[in-house]
C-alpha cells in the first residue's frame, strides 16, 4: 500500500500474514523492537468501538492535549487481535 501524500515514488506499508504463527511475549511500547503505528482518523471513538469490535482492545483510556500553536489532539492506543500496540489520534488544528 503506497502510503498518502508521497507520490508514485514514496514509501509503502506492507501488510502481511504468515500460515503459521510463533508465540512471543506481549508486546509493549517501550520494549525493543517496532514499538506501535500510529493513524490519524477522523473520529477516535468510533475506530475504537470498531478496534474492539473485531477482536482489538483498549490500552489506556482516549486522552485530549492541547498543543500551544497546534491545535488539540485526541488519541488513544489500543491492541489488535495480535496484540500490536496502535496508537488512534485525530487532530483539530486552530
Known sequence: ?????????????????YTVNEDRPTPFANRGGFGHIAFEVEDVPEILENVIK???????????????????????YVRDPDGNIIELQNWNRY
Open 1 to 17: 500500500m503506497r502510503l498518502p501524500g508521497y507520490g508514485d515514488f514514496g514509501p509503502t506499508l506492507e501488510i502481511y500474514q
Open 54 to 76: 473485531h477482536g482489538g482492545s483498549k490500552l489506556g483510556k482516549i486522552s485530549q492535549n492541547e498543543v500551544i500553536g497546534i491545535g488539540t489532539i485526541t488519541v488513544i
